[in-house]
């Protein structure tokens, strides 16, 4: 046998594996439409199931999503304390000057010593007020909020075309590892096949 006899088999085997790697990855989005040939609608893996894959991820996301763990981390005591200057400071600046405008009379009889005063007593009672407010909140949107139909509907609504964009761009240099060793399957194929003829022809 010659040499191009050899390096045929082995090329060909090489871009068979490439080639086959290359057209799973491209399968997984393409056709974005179901195509008809020969009486089959053939459709991208991708497009073809996204709404089954949006109802899973949406159901995953809301078994994983717990409001209660919401509960505990916004009516938590140190988040009113992380808010309490910006507090401070609207109250203040009430009692200093939009007071003024709204009760004139009133404001002329409020000193330094009792807008101390009045701003403590706001900021406990709102101290008290905030994780009840908190808590009620969180319920109301428990009513309102469907976590699983809120994704699903994300997903569904999502553009394979984009989603396609995405992961080549996020995944580029791991696809290309993937199809080489593809390809590397494929010339080792090829020279296994080459060694049991020539094994089998002497």
């Known amino acids: ?39 089959f609608n053939i459709q991208g893996v991708l497009p073809a199931n996204q709404q089954l894959i949006a109802q899973k991820i949406g159901k995953m996301v809301s078994a994983a999503f717990s409001l209660d763990t919401l509960k505990q981390k916004i009516t938590d005591p140190e988040n009113f304390n992380k808010l309490k200057p910006e507090i401070e400071e609207h109250i203040d600046s009430f009692l200093r000057e939009r007071l003024k405008v709204t009760f004139p009379m009133l404001s002329m009889l409020i000193g330094d010593k009792t807008i101390t005063q009045l701003k403590t007593a706001f900021l406990t009672e709102l101290e008290t007020l905030f994780p009840a407010l908190m808590n009620s909140y969180v319920a109301n949107l428990e009513k309102d909020l469907d976590i699983e139909k809120l994704v699903s509907e994300k997903i569904s609504g999502f553009s394979t075309i984009q989603a396609e964009k995405l992961i080549y761009l996020s995944a580029k240099k791991q696809l290309i590892q993937v199809q080489l060793m593809g390809a ?4 080792l194929i090829g020279l296994i096949h080459i060694l049991i003829n020539a094994q089998l022809f002497t």
């Open 1 to 39: 046998m010659t040499l191009l006899q050899y390096l045929l088999p082995l090329l060909l085997s090489a871009f068979t594996g490439w080639f086959v790697i290359w057209l799973l990855i491209k399968i997984l989005f393409r056709p974005h439409k179901p195509l008809g040939i020969a009486g």
């Open 184 to 187: 590397g399957i494929g010339l």
